[in-house]
């Protein structure tokens, strides 16, 4: 049961449970590591996603059962060619409602954007540099 909050993080589950503010589908697309063709979606605002059960011949990343993703976007690669249905539920964060969807297909998840107040914690603040965003440590 780790939680994963940095850039590029990635779990690979065989079902995931995950739960945003904003739910967007986003079609058919490649997964950029594997080349396979896949559903995006891309969380966003306090998105985190959960592994309910892992895959045995992994691709990209192990996890293990309970691992969460937890940031401001996350993209989700789901292999399938339907669209899944998404939930609304109210008061998940006291005041706001949130979009829940049960993954039930081999997902890969990585992180796009951290929480940004996580990040102020941490003593790490967004630079950029060149054409990229990185992440300078505040001394």
Known sequence: M??????????EAEHADAVSRVIKWKGLKAHPVTKDLMMLYECDRNSFIEATKVCSPFQICECQIGDQLEADAISVYIKTKRKLRTYVKEGISGRHGAQLMDIRNRSISTIKTPLPNLMKCLGVKRGVAGDKNILINKE
């Open 2 to 11: 780790t939680k994963f909050v940095d850039i590029g993080d990635t779990i």
